[in-house]
Each structure stands twice: as C-alpha cells, then as structure tokens.
C-alpha cells in the first residue's frame, strides 16, 4: 500500500504567500489610515489655517496703512491734504470691515472678532469726530479769508473816500484859518497811523503761533481802536458829512474782531484735531498689535501642525523602514519554509535517490531544468537500477530455492528410508522385551525404547516439516464437516488427556469448513498436543466459533502462558516454552506454516488467565458440496494401505506409538487405546469398518481376544478384520482360524502384508 | 507827502507785514546768541508764553486729550512753570520731541526748558552744556515683553531680540548689560518712541526697553494687557528723570529748580491746589528779587497743578487708569526721596 500525502506542496506554497499578502495588506492599511491622519493636518493648514494667515496678513498691511496715514494727517501742511489723507483712511477703515467679514468666515473665534470689532469701530468713530473736525477747519479758514477779503474791500473803498472828503475840506477851508487846518491834519495822520496799525494787526493773526500771542494781538487792536475811534470822533465833530465812511470803517472793524474769533475757534479746533490724531495714532497701533498677534498665533499654529506633520511624516517613515524590514524578513521566513518543507525535502528525496542508485554509477550528470526535473531523471534512473537488481535477485532467489527444495526433498527421502528401519527396530525391540531378564537388563531396555520413541517422533516431525515447506502446488481445499476432524484429534488425545489428568474438551460441530483436510488436522492435533504438553492442571480446550465471513477456532489451555516478548519466537523451529519438557520444538513451527499455506494465520493472544489462546480462522464451506472421503484403492503399493481404518489397542506405550507411526506412514488412520475398557466401548459405539489390532495381554487379565470376539460377534467373523498381536508363547492354534497372529516382534512388513489381506478381502 | 506815505504804506503792506514776521521769527535765534542772565525769562514774558520740550504721545507723561488739551505728569511741571512765570499754567507751547532731537532742540533754543523723560546723568549734565534741574520721578529701567516670551529674565531669553530708542540711557544700559552679562540679546535701535512701540506690536522684536514708569503708562490704554504682556522683575538700571534747562542762564536753572521744590514742599506742609487759600502762608517764602518771579509765585504754581501728590495720583497714580504706586517716590518722611530744599 502506498502512503498518501496530508499535505501538497501547493498548500504550503500557498500558505506562505498567504501570510506575504496578508502581511503586505496590514502594512497597506497601516499606510492608508496615517496617511488619513497627515492628510487631515494639511487639510486644516490650507483650507483654514492658510485663508487666516492670508487674512491676517491682509489686516496687517491695512493697520500698517493706517499707522502710517496717521504719520501722514499730522504732517499735512494745508487742509486740503488732511482732507484728502482722511477720505484715505475711510477707506482703509472700510478694507477692515471687510476683513472683518473675511475672517468671521475663516472660523476665527468669535472673542478674535469682537476685539477687532471694536478696535475698527473705535477706530471708524474717531475718524468721524476727526471728519468734523477738519471740515470745521476748513469752514474756519474760508470764513476768515473771505472776511479778510471784505476788509480789504471795504478798506480800499473807505480808505479813498475818506481822503477825497479830507482833501475836499481841506481845500474849502484852508483860507478860513490854517490852525484848525494843521489840527485837522495831524488828527488825520493820527487816525490814518492807527487804522493801519490795525489793518497790519490783523494781517499777522494768521502767523500767531499761540492763542496767548492772538490774544495779545486783539488786545493791542482794540487799544488802538479806541484812539481810532476818539480821533474819528474829533473828525466827525469838524466833517459830519464824513459820517457814512466812517459807518463802513466800523463794519470793518466789526469784521477785524470777528477774525479774531474765528482764529481763536480754529486754535481750538486744530488743538482738538491734534488730539483726536492722538487717539487715531494710539488705535493704529492697538490695531497693529493686535494684528501682529493674530497673525503671529496663526502662524504660530501652521508651524505646530506643520512641524506635527514633519514628526509624523518622519515617524511614519521610520515606522515604514521598519515594515519594509519585516516584511523582507517575512518574505524570508517564507522562503526558508518553501525551501525547507519544499524544495530541500525534494533535494534530500533526490539525493537519496541518487545515493541508492549510486551503487553502479556515482557520476552525476549535469540536466537542464530545476529539482523536480532531477528528481524525475534520479526516479527513471533508480527504477532501471531496481529492475535490473530485482532481475538480479530473482535468478538468485531461484538458485537459492531450487537449493532449498533439493535439499529438503534430501531430507524428506532420508527420513522416510530411515524410518523404515527404525520401526523394525522399534518392533523388535518389544519383542526382545520377554527375552531380557534381569532388572539391570530391563532399565536398559526400557531406555534403549524410550530413546527410540524419540527419535521416530522427531523423524516424523522432520519429515511433516519438510512435507510442508516442499509442497509447492498449491494444497487441494475442498468442503468437508469439521466434525470429522473433531472425532480424530478426540480419539487421539483423550488418552493423553485421561494419563495427565487434566481436561480435554472438544465440542460437536456440524459446521462445513472449506480447507484442506490433513493440514487442518496436522494444524488442530498439533495445537492440542502442545496444549496437553504445557498443561498440568486443569484443562485444554478447543472451541469452534461461526462467524459472520469465516470459521473461528481456537485452542485454549489452562498452562502459564507464553511471556509477550516471547510470542513471537513461538512458532520457530526450535521454540520451546520449557526446556523440562519432552518435544521437538516443531509442531508450532509446522502447524504455522500449514496455515500460511492455505492463506491464513495462526495468532496467539491470552485468555483473561494469561494462559496461551491460538486461534486460527478457517473459510466456510458448503454442505451440498461435501464429497465422500476417498476409499482407500486396492494395490500392492504402500500407498494401497491409504485411508484405511486401523484401531490399535496396546498397553505398551513404545509399542503403541512405533506401530501407530508405521501405520500413519502408510496413510491409515489409526485410533488407539491403551485398555481394554475404552477399546471395548469404542468397539460396541463404532459402525464403520475398521481393522483391530490388539495385544493379546491387556493387563490384569484382559484378554485381546475378547475383543476380537466382540467385535466379531458384532460385524460377523467374515467382516471383521482382527489382528492379534503377541510376544508370548501363545500358539496360534488357540485363536479363532478368522484372526490373523503377529507374533512380537514383527516386522512391518509382516504387518503390511497382513493389512493388505484384509483390503483386498474386502475390496 | 503823508497821505502818500501812508497809500503806499496801505499798498504794500502785505510784503511789508511778510518782512516783519520774518524779522519776528529770526528774533529768537539772534537773541540765543549772546549770554545773558535772566534772557530766558525775558524772553517767555515778552511772547507770552512758555516753550517746553515734551514727548510724542507719551501716555501718562505728555500727550493729548480728546480736545487736544495736554496732559500727563510732565506737562503738568511745564503747567506749573508757566504759573510761576507768567500765572497763567495754559500760556505754553508743547513741542513734542523725541529722544534723539531733544538735546538739540534745548541747546538752540528752540525751547525753553525739556521736560521729557530725561535721566540725569553725569555726561549729559557736564558735556552738553545743560543743567539738570532736579528730579520729578525715580524711575528704573524696565523690560517689557510679550506673554509668549517664556523666561522671567534677560538671563535666560538667548536669542532674544530688544526694542530700545536711540539716544536714551536705556539703549546704553541695555547694551552695557548685555555685554557685562555675556548676553545672546539683539537690540532693535529706533529712532523714535512711536516708533518703538510699532515695532513692539508688530512683533519685529520680543521685548522693549524704556523707564518702567512709561512702560506702565502704555500698557494701562491696553485692554487685557495683562494677557498680553508683562514688564519683567529684573533690575538694570537707575533712571532718575528731571527738567533740562541750558546752562547759560542761572537765574532761568534757579526758577525752574524752586518751581519743583515749591511742588515737593506744598506736600510737605500738605498744601493742596483745593484748600491753598488757606494753607498759604505756610510757604512763607522770602522774597527772592533775583529770581525775577512775583512773590506770590509758589501760589501760582499749586493753584494751577497742585502739590506734588496730586500731580502724581493724577497722572500716574491712583486716580490715573496707570496705577503706579509711588514706591521710592514718596516724601522722605515716608521713607521716599523726595525732599524739598528750605523756602528760607
């Protein structure tokens, strides 16, 4: 039988690529989720962190403007200027606001935006207050330059009027009296010098530096306007007709100290401008720094998360070299397990191979192609090499047979001759037993006979050996009731069995066995003989089982039992349980190899006693397929003393068996007794025809001859065939003329010719 | 003849009052030319007004209200030196300078005394040919940085970068301690206090340098200054501030440095601008004709501005947003440095 593979190589091949692709796919996932994580951090970078950074960068160039234009409303040197710086910072206010939106949308906090909130709203106000204030200057200026204008208007007009009336009445009357004249004059002078001196007064107010200096400046114009006007009240007093000039010099007067105001207004207003420029420059600069410091948080956080995504990405590379590591030492691992439990086993096979085939040819040839290619050249070159050897050995095998056989056969014609002569002595010696006297005489011989038993046993024993091993056909199986046999093994031990005093038990079976007949009794008496020859107490049974295929039979004794490590040495040639024991160590070793014969085997196991128990299982037979034993046919051969029935009664052990070997040598069945009792009950129960060969003394007075007489009466003295046999001097004359006389001792051929007479009588 | 002198006088006068303020500006600079004493004050009392060097928008100190009034600690001095001088405490012109131009602007006269923050130090008193007055405020030299700046000292922020103003004691003290210290700080110089504070809030350096006292002053107009910013508790410097006068005119030195003890000793005798009239007569100052004041000068001074604790509760102090406790510049009766000289 052939062993079967649990495994294919396919299957480890696949399951290290298995553990490759599952290791590559964890790694992948691995991948995938970090890079997840990354992709999060650049995703908050530029979709929040990047428009925040970009709108803080926008805020801070707009709060830098606007510092810079508050550097720019104090250095502007007319009103227009700052006017227009202001409409500039509007707008730049307004930029904030928009921002503002812009960074309510970039997910800024909402405290973020309520500080810039109100840091541009503070920023919005101030620039209003400073709106109002500049267009409040600006008001101021043009009042006061259009107020200049009309006093230089109306001076101009005054001013000549007032000379052509001087002239006019100077001329009419300077023949009246030159002293009111040069009075007139000199009052003129006075009051010209001090209109002037308050004409010049006004024009430097626009170069005071300071209200102190304004107020200085209107306080010397009003001195000098009081003179003025006393002198033009003298003026009056001589020219009433100057009346309506000096009505418009007044006006202009008025207008003089109206400018007043209106610097003193325009100090304040710019002082207040100052101030308010103050604030806008303080909330520029809380712009900036807030400013500064959004944008520095912001930036601040792109680094963190930046540098976060640096860290990881460097971890993460790290981790990856790692990986790419392990999995090349997996991949590794995975080679080794394919070369180990793979390609090295095919490579070792392949050397083995190779190794056995080396024998004839130790050179190797280099084959194109890999391990599977060499191990199938190794194969195809081992299997010529066995074929070639199996070749080899089978010629020897024949040899070695043929020599075996000769030699057997050798042995098996040896034993046969010698037998021959050995039952001749085996006779003579029971012949020579009334001719010896003498209980030193009588010691030898009883040895001399025990030792000659021994050795007729053992010739048989070789000879059914040899028997066995040399039969080569195959053995003729035919059908046949086991009770047959039973019958014989029963009639040949149960006297062994009643000497030892133990217990013989074989059943009745009417089971149809299909065998061949004489190995299964050859097999059965051999196991039953060893059963009584190992027992000493209690009993030896055999025990037939039908089975569901088979036949079972077993044999079972009462003995010690054979030791485990011993068992299989049992059915060798020369086993022996004990060396005490008489026996040749052959019958085991013969009733095995009969079993093998026919295609089954004897086993030994124990009964629960740990006594011996064979068994051997033997096919069923059919019962309509029984055939009638073979009658012995008539001859003047040996062979023509086949299957005939002999019962042999002999108190004479060494007798009994030399003659029962003879007999069973010639292929009769013998059945023996030792008494007269059995034999006679055996005599009365048994219908068949058989020959009696019986000793005329029986012991204590039992006579052969009774029997003889019994079995006469019984069958009719022509049917029955009665040998008596007799070392006494018994004549011959004293027995009934239908028995036939052997006087002891016999030889066998004596016997066989008597036998021969009974067959051919009856046939 | 007149008639036409006076029409052709009408014609151009114009041109000839353009050639007369011409003639009234350069007066100044031809009468800072020689010296003589007492020409100081001449000169206040002829244009009417006081000229004072203060700074640019410089919280707490000098700078402008809503209306454009001047306000702050220093300018309450030049307040009470235009009471002294001409008893009226708004007859000044401020004229805001910064650090690096204020010495010049005295020395040529462009201003009649500077009360801006200066610290008085031995070569500024002896090589510029200026005069320390007296002391208004002890200060130290502060360090402000941002909050995010870890560390609570210059000693271990390397790598630090400081804002500081050209031209002011704090720059070289800055530097002096730096090199002393072996330190890893760059120094940002700026030219002006605007300047410098810009580049605070623009992040262009992590920390500026000044007197604590202004520091303090600029961070009380933050909202949540504190979350933004602290001043460190480290010692660099003595900043003793004072008015600056030329040192050409002793008798302008002498009333400028009566004014601040007539401000130290009204606290002193708890002379106070509310219940002065009073309290008067505890001044009891000699006459001093060679100052060239009013004898009832001192009154001028505390009607206007008030004693030294008001000028500092109101503008610094406890009733200023600034909050600065007056430390060391208490009386010396309360264990402070201030003390007036005797009005004997």
């Keep these: 039988m052939f062993p079967k593979a649990k495994y294919s190589i396919a299957s480890r091949i696949f399951l290290g690529l298995a553990i490759l692709n599952l290791f590559t796919f964890v790694i992948c996932i691995a991948a995938i989720y970090s890079f997840r994580d990354s992709g999060h951090k650049i995703d908050l970078v530029t979709s929040t962190l990047l428009p925040q950074i970009i709108v803080a960068a926008d805020l801070g160039n707009q709060s830098s403007n606007l510092s810079s234009r508050s550097a720019e409303l104090i250095a502007a040197d007319s009103l227009l200027e700052l006017d227009t710086v202001i409409l500039r910072l509007g707008d730049q206010i ?16 909402n405290d973020v935006l309520l500080e810039l909130k109100d840091i541009r709203s503070s920023l919005d106000n101030n620039l209003a207050v400073l709106m109002t204030l500049v267009k409040k200057n600006i008001l101021l200026r043009n009042d006061i330059t259009k107020h200049i204008e009309l006093i230089k208007v109306i001076n101009n007009y005054s001013d000549s009027h007032i000379r052509d009336a001087l002239l006019t009445f100077t001329s009419k009357s300077s023949n009246e009296g ?6 007139l004059n000199s009052l003129f002078s006075d009051w010209s010098k001090l209109s002037n001196q308050a004409l010049l007064n006004i024009a430097t107010t626009s170069e005071t530096r300071h209200p102190i200096q304004l107020i200085r400046q209107e306080s010397k114009f009003q001195q000098h306007n009081i003179e003025r006007l006393k002198r033009q009240s003298q003026l009056l007093h001589h020219i009433p007709n100057l009346k309506d000039n000096f009505l418009y010099l ?5 207008q003089i100290e109206s400018i007043y105001k209106l610097r003193k207004d325009l100090f304040k207003n710019v002082s207040a401008t100052q101030g308010v420029l103050t604030i806008h420059t303080h909330l520029s600069d809380v712009l900036i720094d807030f400013t500064s410091k959004l944008s520095t948080e912001f930036e601040s956080k792109a680094l963190a998360i930046s540098g976060d995504i640096h860290d990881q990405f460097s971890r993460r590379t790290l981790i990856f070299l790692l990986g790419l590591a392990l999995f090349f030492a997996v991949a590794g691992a995975v080679f080794y397990y394919v070369d180990h439990y793979v390609v090295s086993r095919i490579q070792r096979l392949t050397r083995r191979i190779q190794n056995q085939g080396t024998a004839i040819s130790s050179d190797a040839q280099p084959i194109s192609g890999d391990e599977i290619s060499e191990i199938d050249a190794s194969l195809t070159y081992f299997i010529s090499e066995i074929e070639a050897r199996e070749a080899l050995l089978e010629n020897e095998r024949g040899k070695a047979i043929n020599a075996t056989q000769s030699k057997s056969r050798l042995l098996a014609a040896a034993s046969h001759d010698l037998r021959q002569p050995l039952h001749a002595i085996v006779l003579m010696l029971s012949g020579l037993k009334d001719h010896v006297e003498g209980k030193t005489g009588n010691k030898i011989l009883g040895d001399i006979n025990q030792s000659v038993t021994d050795l007729s046993n053992m010739f048989d024993s070789i000879l059914d050996l040899s028997h066995a091993e040399n ?7 035919s059908h046949f009731k086991i009770q ?5 093994i029963e009639q040949e031990f149960r006297p062994l069995a009643i000497k030892k005093r133990i217990r013989l038990i074989i059943p009745q079976s009417d089971i149809t066995i299909f065998a061949h007949r004489e190995s299964i009794h050859r097999i059965l008496a051999n196991l039953v003989s060893n059963g009584i020859k190992y027992t000493q107490i209690g009993g030896v049974t055999l025990l037939i089982k039908k089975r569901a295929k088979d036949i079972s039979i077993s044999v079972f004794d009462t003995g010690t039992g054979i030791p485990k490590d011993e068992r299989n040495q049992v059915f060798k040639e020369n086993y022996q349980a004990s060396k005490h024991q008489e026996g040749h160590g052959l019958g085991l070793a013969i009733a095995q190899e009969l079993a093998l014969k026919m295609g089954t085997e004897i086993t030994l196991s124990e009964t629960p006693t740990k006594s011996a128990l064979f068994q051997i299982s033997i096919p069923k037979g059919e019962v309509q397929l029984i055939k009638n034993a073979p009658q012995p046919t008539s001859g003047v051969q040996i062979t023509s003393l086949k299957g005939l029935a002999v019962v042999l009664v002999e108190d004479e052990q060494h007798i009994r068996l030399a003659c029962r070997n003879l007999l069973e040598n010639w292929g009769c069945h013998v059945t023996m007794f030792s008494n007269y009792h059995d034999a006679l009950l055996y005599i009365e129960q048994e219908n068949h025809t058989f020959v009696l060969i019986t000793d005329l003394h029986l012991g204590r007075s039992q006579n052969g001859i009774k029997l003889a007489e019994v079995l006469s009466a019984k069958k009719g003295s022509e049917d029955s065939h009665i040998i008596i046999t007799s070392a006494s001097q018994f004549t011959k004359e004293s027995i009934h003329e239908n028995f036939k006389f052997l006087r002891k001792p016999f030889s066998p051929s004596q016997l066989a010719t008597t036998l021969r007479g009974f067959v051919r009588k009856s046939a | 003849m007149h008639f036409l002198h006076v029409s052709l006088l009408s014609k151009w006068s114009v041109k000839l009052i353009n050639v007369l303020v011409l003639l009234l500006l350069s007066s100044s600079h031809v009468w800072a030319e020689p010296t003589i004493q007492g020409k100081t004050l001449k000169s206040v009392r002829d244009r009417g007004y006081l000229i004072c060097g203060v700074g640019t928008n410089d919280i707490g100190f000098a700078t402008q209200d809503k209306q454009g009034l001047w306000v702050g600690f220093d300018v309450d001095f030049c307040r009470a030196i235009a009471a002294a001088v001409l008893n009226n405490d708004q007859a000044i012109k401020f004229i805001p300078l910064d650090s690096q131009n204020r010495f010049r602007a005295l020395q040529q006269g462009n201003i009649d005394v500077l009360i801006r923050t200066t610290t008085w130090t031995l070569s500024r008193d002896t090589n510029m040919q200026l005069d320390f007055a007296g002391v208004t405020l002890f200060d130290e030299q502060g360090i402000l940085v941002h909050n995010h700046i870890s560390g609570d000292s210059l000693q271990n922020m390397d790598g630090l970068s400081v804002c500081a103003n050209i031209g002011t004691t704090s720059l070289d003290n800055l530097m002096a301690h730096i090199s002393s210290n072996k330190l890893n700080i760059n120094v940002l110089k700026l030219a ?18 000044a007197d604590k006292s202004d520091l303090l002053a600029k961070l009380s107009t933050f909202t949540k200054a504190k979350n933004k910013y602290r001043v460190l508790d480290e010692y660099i410097a003595k900043e003793p501030l004072g008015p600056v006068v030329r040192d050409d005119d002793r008798q302008w030195f002498d009333i400028v440095k009566w004014v601040i003890y007539a401000i130290i000793l009204a606290e002193e005798k708890n002379i106070t601008s509310i219940d002065l009239a009073n309290k008067i007569k505890k001044f009891d100052a000699p006459a001093s004709p060679n100052l060239g004041l009013d004898l009832q000068w001192p009154e001028y001074v505390i009607k206007s501005v008030g004693n ?29 440095l201030l003390y007036a000289m005797p009005f004997k």
Excluded: M, P
Aim: with cysteine; glycine share 6%.
């Design chain 1, 178 to 183: 030159s002293a009111l004249n040069s009075e």
């Design chain 1, 484 to 488: 047959t046999i039973l019958e014989r």
């Design chain 2, 192 to 209: 002006t206090q605007e300047g410098r504070w810009r580049a605070f809030f623009n992040r262009e350096c992590d920390a500026i340098t």
């Design chain 1, 94 to 109: 307004d930029a904030v606001s928009r921002i503002e939106k812009k960074l309510a949308l970039s997910k800024v906090s």
């Design chain 1, 471 to 477: 039969s080569n056909k195959e053995l003729e199986n």
């Design chain 1, 250 to 254: 007044d006006r202009l007067f008025t």
């Design chain 2, 308 to 336: 030294y604790a008001q000028i500092y509760e109101r503008n610094l102090g406890a009733h200023s947003s600034i909050k600065i406790k007056r430390g060391i510049n208490s009386l010396w009766t309360d264990g402070g």
